[in-house]
């Protein structure tokens, strides 16, 4: 694909593989700043201005043909020079497979065809791209946790000993290595292993291939915002400060009384009446069904609050949420539970606008408020959890809120690198990842399950080929 692309012209591959950024300067600030990249094979290349940072990603879509159900695993690879690109220019197809053809070992087979292609493609200075300086190395792979896991064994949320870059757990003797104690001196902190150390945590030989990839560190397997926080920890903040607001009377008279999905029914009616207005005020643009007990996972009060909303409408949730809660902690009879809330959200908001509005690299001012918003965040977020853990009785406020999750545990490890590196996490969210991925999984929807793998590449090769087409030409 990158040989293709570079025979279509040296200007369509630095579109694809650049964007328009200042390498140079990209490179300068990770020597000074990235530990990752100092531990790198390609740290000493000469011609960094023409170094091509790699990354893989894939995940699962599910597609439909007439009635049948399936799924299909694709992979693809990136430039990380190519945010802010749109899907068809920032990722490129490597494998599409139906999960309809697979066994436990397809997924070895593959990558042990990959990898040494992989390596080659980094290594090999004989690719035509060589002549003209250019060079390929490995940066990172992204997914979601769930893809990370099944396909490299790497962050395995199901275990009670769940990150592979510390011993953090679910449940320990001491208190201080749970996911729970977001402290900045926490005793899980002190256990942040090396690739080294995590290479030697296995049985010898049980790592993944793809660790065989040069200079690829544990550390480099990303953690993404768009799934572990608008798909993961929003859907369960945003769930439990709706739920919040019912229960307080924020919507209209609460009445302990009745049935509890009959009694908050009307109330989210009310409450998404005011989400669209907020929307309509703001002029903001997202997707989202009504609110109700089903999609706020509240059918039953002892059922844990989880709204359920894409990306972006999760976002604009989480906005206006901040905004209603900030009024309901403003009323005079407000106590200090409905402020621990309101500051809880309106903290969250803040991260995820300092990623919006700045560029990728963060000035050192910038790259401290992060670390210590998303810091107050989460311990607002842990001490609301342990307060709701204490709430007991049919009608107490705050009972099954603000659920725990591996992800903000993974968002803690994010604030530090943040603080570290500088680097802003929004240029590797996997928003974009998602809109490729859906129009990859809609040319499978014409496919037969059986040619799938072919049939799939075979017409997005036609897209990217009118996509070309329409490309500014220098």
Known sequence: ???????????????????????????????????WFKQHVDYTCEKKSHMIPLSLYGDEVQTYKNTECGVVDILGFTSDFAAGHGPMSRYLPIVAISEHLVCEFTWNDIWQVLVPRLQKMVTDRSWPWSVCGYKFMISSVQGDMKFLNDKFSVHNFRRNQFCSWCMCCKSHNNLSMTLGDFGEHSAHRATVMTHEQFMQSGAEGSRHIIFNLPGLSVHRFLHDVCHSQLLGTGKTLNGSGLIYLAEAGHFGLWSPAGKYHEVLEPLLRKAFKSFCDFKKAHKLTASQPRFTPARCNRTLRASWACLSSKAIASKVITFWLTAELDAFAGRADANELDKQVALCFWTYAQLLQIMDKNPLILDDAVAE???????????????????????????????HMFLLLPKHHHLEHLLFDVRATKVNPRFFTLLCAESWIGLVGRCAKACHRASLSDRVLQRYLVKLGLHLQKLPRH
């Open 1 to 35: 694909m990158a040989t293709a692309l570079w025979e279509a012209g040296e200007d369509i591959f630095r579109h694809f593989f650049f964007n328009g950024v200042n390498a140079r300067k990209f490179w300068r600030h990770h020597s000074n700043h990235c530990e």
């Open 369 to 399: 408020d992060f670390f210590q918003t998303g810091m107050h965040h989460l311990c607002l977020y842990g001490a609301l959890r342990r307060r709701s853990a204490q709430t007991f009785g049919p009608t107490a406020l705050l009972r």
